[in-house]
């Protein structure tokens, strides 16, 4: 039996994806982690797997899976490609799709101009919600990592996410304290760990360490969760341009209780298919 897929990237983020409608797929932490393997595989930092809805008036679900195997709940990236995916393989002719994700429903659009701009539903705070051990919620939290104090701001957009403001994305300690930080036992569920560089009120430079990827050249949610806590913290206007390794994503929330929008570009690299 053949499995057909294709590899995907948002602003080189990368993805496989699989067609879970049409095809049959069975899939275990093992075989992730031996399909993502980046020279005995396919490579990448997530896979993608599109299933049908299983909500009345929901167009599909899909589900995301890091590199290491886990599951995880929300992929910024991810949704940009996943509605270029369902429109290419002719899944759906919608221009405005619905995507029960496993923190809920997301609104992608395929805009006229190629790009896809995603709902990315509402940030959240409250340190249960992130999951994040804290007394109570708070702009910002020191953490204590390795030898340092360091200012973060937790933000769940679904996923969890740690964000500290730098000097220079150039000079950010990413390799050092990214995975210091994703393991840190304040986070139960583990974390994401952003690193953001303020340019100006419309502007940031990001990199981040993802929780079950390593650092990847772009994070969606590390993005929308940046120029949230940058908002949040009075550093940032309501519509910012992200700088990240890959490329550039555009990010606008106009404040608590709104939903967060994320327009950025969505690229079929090749399909292929393998024996399963
Ligand atoms: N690359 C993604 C996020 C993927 C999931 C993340 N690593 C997690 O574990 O939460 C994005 O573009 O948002």
Request: glycine share 10%; aromatic share 6%; proline share 5%.
């Amino acid at each position: 039996m053949t499995l057909r897929f294709s590899k995907m990237h948002g602003l080189g983020n990368d993805f496989m994806v699989i067609d879970g409608v049409r095809q049959s797929v069975t899939l275990s932490p093992e075989l992730i982690q031996q399909w993502g393997d980046r020279h005995f595989g396919i490579g990448f930092d997530q896979l993608l797997l599109v299933e049908q809805s299983t909500q009345a008036g929901v167009d599909f679900r899909y589900r995301i899976f890091n590199c290491d195997g886990d599951e995880v709940e929300q992929c910024g990236n991810g949704a940009r490609c996943f509605a270029r995916f369902v429109r290419d393989q002719g899944l759906t002719d919608k221009d405005e799709i619905t995507v029960e994700t496993a923190k809920g429903i997301i609104y992608p659009k395929l805009e006229a101009d190629g790009n896809v701009t995603v709902n990315m539903g509402v940030p959240r705070f409250a340190p249960e919600e992130i999951p994040f051990e804290a007394p109570n919620e708070a702009l910002i939290d020191p953490l204590i990592v390795g030898e340092r104090v360091v200012d973060i701001s937790v933000v769940s957009m679904g996923n969890p996410h740690a964000v500290q403001v730098v000097d220079s994305v150039v000079t950010a300690p990413v390799a050092e304290q990214g995975p210091l930080i994703e393991n840190h036992p304040r986070f139960p569920a583990r974390v994401n760990a952003g690193f953001m560089e303020i340019v100006s009120r419309i502007e940031i430079r990001l990199r981040v360490f993802e929780r079950g990827a390593g650092e990847t050249l772009a994070c969606g949610t590390g993005a929308c969760a940046a120029v949230v806590a940058g908002i949040r913290r009075g550093l940032l206007d309501e519509r910012v341009l992200v700088h990240t390794r890959g490329g550039d994503l555009t990010i606008a929330w106009a404040g608590s209780g709104q939903p967060v929008f994320m327009t950025g570009p969505a690229v079929t690299v090749f399909s292929g298919e393998l024996a399963a």
